[in-house]
């Protein structure tokens, strides 16, 4: 099917909208009239650019208040009417947007709609357009998709047909299955949005909190396969009104967007995209940092040995247990100091999973690094953060194990394994890299939590397999300019998170403190055994419990700008502990301030 | 009447809270719970902070959950409520505020609740604490205020009194008149936010968008009245949550919150402040610059005069009709570029202004820049601009213009006027510019209005005396970095736009390139007499029309932060063209664009 985009959901100037449409791989675009209005080319030179670009022009959008009103009003808004349709001639659109009424002068009078859109479609014809008329949710009197299809058919005209845009029709709770009584030739088109369920008046939710299919809460897909029952043959089309988006960069919204109508598009059946290939398991972390010493410190206080080092490359591989943690000091790409860079996603076929990946827009990274390396399927999260396809230790399969060789030192018996990684999101991409670990990795996104940071709002959410071998949770600050404020790390399982905390201490090592306060309110909130809260205070580690079980964990100090959790979940929780969050980034914003950092 | 606020409020550790709200002038605080367990203090050490810093702790906060449930579950809730008793005894707060439940396990029996609520207050008693019982809004069987009342009222003991919110009681519509009917002595405690008038889920709304008393659409001052007819003689108390405080410095914050209350204070008859002067024009406008050449080639060009110069600093008068603009290249304090600094208004009484600016925490500037100046009363709004309140040409006042000495020159006769200032606001206090200006300056507040830039929505707000002869448009960007971005500017009204837009462009000025588009569309909109629109067209001239008259408007290019623009308003019209920014601001990046600037 072909796909589309209004202007007005990417930000920037026409030109640099167009630009980035069309390098997504977009065929045709919506112009939003504000658009055309504030750029300096003329409608014939926008058309040359769309030509150019290999866009074509597939709705001009929207004229407003045409219908039902006083005939006087009616000669006006045909005038204005008419003076569009030239300039849609001179712009190469063959079909307009007209939103149901909202003016205080419409009136409530379908059989006026029907012969006054009659009377509009009539001029339309002179210019080879067609009228597409959609209800508004807040229209005035015509609110609903059904009702404005019972006018369009009275009316009964060829160059009259609706215009359904997800939106609408879900944000009223509407049932999209009525669709399928309507014609496909007479779905003139069909606008998608998705957006988080929110309860608020719906023209705030639709003018600034429209998000892409796949990352709000809606059922487009639903939605799109009632249409695609009737038979309609035209595009696809985003129409996304967001207030991050509008700050955003328009080529990566371009992106994100697509990557949300391909995963929509397979979703009912109309893309053929390598499946998704759901990984099993975290084969490793890679930490960058120009200073190895203070990180491989903490690693040896963790009871991780370094237990080889890449052939050709300064990386040396540390493990504990089953948990591996690249140590790379090279280079990098992203040199800002001490970071999460890469993670090695243990899958059941890396090939198909990096075809799938770059089907859906991921950046494909080189499979070789060096020419003796070992071949690796690899590509970039929004987050600029790599992700690995491995196949560790699995014959016939290229091994990233392979390129490194033997220190000699075995890693220790006392297991730990990598419970769950935590990334700081770019803001303008939070809503992107759901939907890139759901689309691309078959990941399951778990429910948007808000966390208090003393300095801000951060909002978080999990993605996971279904077993729980891989998690990611994904956080993002609470302010465009604080992506790198807040800091991302590695949490270890471990099945005795009191003997692991002990050893670290032992070691030498150094944990979070946490404040007194709050082992006083776990003792109000919960009952423990003699000496046990005692224990978690002396260590520094937090409790939570949910539904099914406890969670316990503590953390080191940070370096640069990752640290490491220790956690142990018993029971099947399976939360990360965010009731903790505030206590914990208190006693991290308390460190920095005590040591500059 | 003594005045707390919540530490919720704020942001930062909690010692930062306790000082930003003891400096700017709070008689007590509430404990938020989680500030408290986030501190590394002991609740020894916050009292004694607290004693320090000349504060009270009027509050401790929240209880959740307790009331109205099976026996061995308030049995457990005892328990908890006996550990925080212990530390509310530690850290000398003698109230603790209990929240209507949310729990799934509370029942719908009034009995119930009551007697639960008596044996919690016994157990209050026991440490010398009373209890305050709220209604949450989205309480699951307890949301009104005369509910929780009737319960407490039921209860009869003595320890236990009601809490009441004003965001819990107006967010849902209920009539305060009734709190008239509970006795003084039985409320136990005021919390006071204001909230703008959104229509959307209420829990998500106060914990995102409440704001100070006087910020928002709440009648905080009349729920007050019908508290303090009940003898109530407890502390005005501020609880705000939200989302842009969170992340603001709590220095500030504290003093925007302390000024709310002030105002309030003084609409209920209980603060003795100078009253407002409400000034009668603009005396002048100051701009900044590192290079006077560019402004003074504009100022030439739009026919201002250099007429006077200061006698001691580099800054010089230009005139043009009844506007005057100072361009002062001097050491300025916030010299980035060229900005405009400071706003001369005229007053009745100028030093009554600065009494009662200074009453509501305004920064006094100093009188006297210079030994041999005149004595300028001047504050410091929220965004930095200086505003001096002015006796120009007035027998017995101090007279600015006594500073300058004349070059001779005079004004021309084609007389402007400054029409109204636009001021960038930086993001973190948009709403407390807004209250500023109305509470020092008794100006009114319009109605704020989203602009879309291309990069990101702008909100806008302008404040006016009652013959806007003094009209200030305050602007915030999109984000929090982006408060240097966008243009200050000044507008210059005219009687005739066309010959004004002329004559600037024959003396060599240069106005901002309007696309075609956009006339193309006006001819769509509007009819104009022949040659009108050609005319707007070939000078760059805006077309607004509001349901008073007409509005018409153009552009000189940027210099530094600043432009200007030449208005003109006919029949009364009221606004300031907000439709017409997005072609606007859309222009200026592309001249932007294109010269890199």
């Not at 022009?57 to 004229?63: E, H, I, R, S």
């Not at 357009?129 to 209800?135: M, S, T």
Request: net charge negative.
């Amino acid at each position: 099917m072909r796909t589309s985009i209004a202007t007005v959901s990417l930000s920037g100037s026409l030109t640099e909208k167009l630009t980035a449409a069309a390098r997504a791989g977009f065929d045709g675009v919506e112009i939003f009239e504000n658009d055309l209005l504030a750029s300096p080319l003329t409608p014939e030179d926008i058309r040359a650019r769309c030509a150019d670009l290999g866009l074509t022009v597939d709705l001009y959008q929207p004229m407003r208040d045409v219908e039902a009103v006083p005939g006087d009003e009616f000669d006006r808004n045909l005038r204005r009417a008419r003076h569009k349709f030239e300039l849609m001639r001179r712009l190469g659109a063959d079909t307009v947007l007209v939103c149901s009424s909202v003016s205080p002068q419409a009136v409530d009078d379908d059989a006026l709609a029907a012969e006054q859109l009659s009377r509009l479609a009539d001029l339309a014809r002179d210019f080879g357009i067609r009228v597409a008329y959609e209800a508004l949710a807040w229209g005035r009197h015509v609110s609903t998709y059904d009702h404005a299809w019972r006018i369009v058919e009275s009316a009964g005209h060829p160059a009259l047909g609706t215009c359904l845009d997800s939106f609408h029709i879900l944000s009223r709770g509407s049932d999209p299955k009525g669709i399928e009584d309507i014609p496909g030739e007479k779905i003139f088109f069909l606008q998608l949005a998705d957006a988080p369920l929110l309860a608020m008046d719906v023209l705030q939710w639709s003018r600034h909190y429209r998000c892409f299919p796949g990352q709000g809460g809606f059922d487009v897909a639903g939605l799109v396969r009632h249409v695609l029952r009737t038979g309609y043959e035209g595009p696809l089309s985003l129409e996304v009104f967001n207030d991050v988006f509008r700050q955003a960069e328009a080529g990566p919204t371009a992106v994100d967007a697509r990557r949300s109508l391909l995963v929509l598009q397979e979703a009912v059946g109309r893309a053929a995209l390598p499946g998704p290939v759901v990984p099993t398991g975290v084969a490793f972390a890679e930490l960058v940092t120009p200073d190895a010493e203070p990180l491989t410190t903490l690693l040896g206080a963790l009871g991780f040995t370094r237990t080889a080092r890449h052939r050709g490359k300064p990386v040396a591989l540390w493990e504990q247990g089953d948990a591996r943690i690249l140590v790379n000091t090279g280079p990098a790409v992203r040199r800002d100091g001490t970071q999460l860079a890469a993670i090695g996603l243990e899958s059941p076929d890396p090939a198909a999973a990096a075809r799938r990946a770059e089907a859906l827009l991921a950046p494909v990274l080189p499979r070789r690094r060096a020419p003796e390396d070992a071949p690796l399927d690899a590509v970039a999260a929004p987050d600029g953060t790599e992700l690995f396809f491995c196949a560790t230790g699995r014959p016939g399969l290229p091994d990233w194990r392979a390129d490194f060789e033997d220190t000699g030192a075995a890693p220790a018996a006392t297991g730990l394994r990598i419970d769950h990684l935590a990334l700081t999101q770019p803001w303008h991409h939070f809503d992107e890299a759901a939907l890139f670990h759901h689309g691309v990795l078959g990941l399951h996104a778990q429910e948007s939590v808000d966390v208090a940071d003393p300095y801000g709002l951060l909002r978080s959410r999990a993605v996971t397999n279904a077993d729980g071998s891989v998690r990611i949770a994904l956080t993002v600050g609470p302010a465009p300019t604080d992506d790198t404020v807040h800091a991302q790390h590695i949490a270890l399982a471990t099945d005795d998170v009191v003997a692991s905390a002990r050893r670290f201490r032992a070691a030498g090592g150094s944990l979070l403190p946490v404040p007194a306060n709050y082992y006083d309110d776990l003792a109000a909130r919960f009952e423990f055994a003699d000496g046990e809260l005692e224990t978690y205070r002396d260590l520094g580690i937090l409790y939570d419990r949910d539904a099914q079980g406890v969670f316990r964990h503590c953390y080191t100090r940070t370096v640069g700008r990752v640290f490491l959790e220790l956690v142990q979940r018993d029971d099947g929780y399976r939360g990360y502990g965010a009731a903790n969050a505030p206590v914990r980034l208190a006693a991290q914003h308390a460190v920095r301030a005590l040591t500059g950092g």
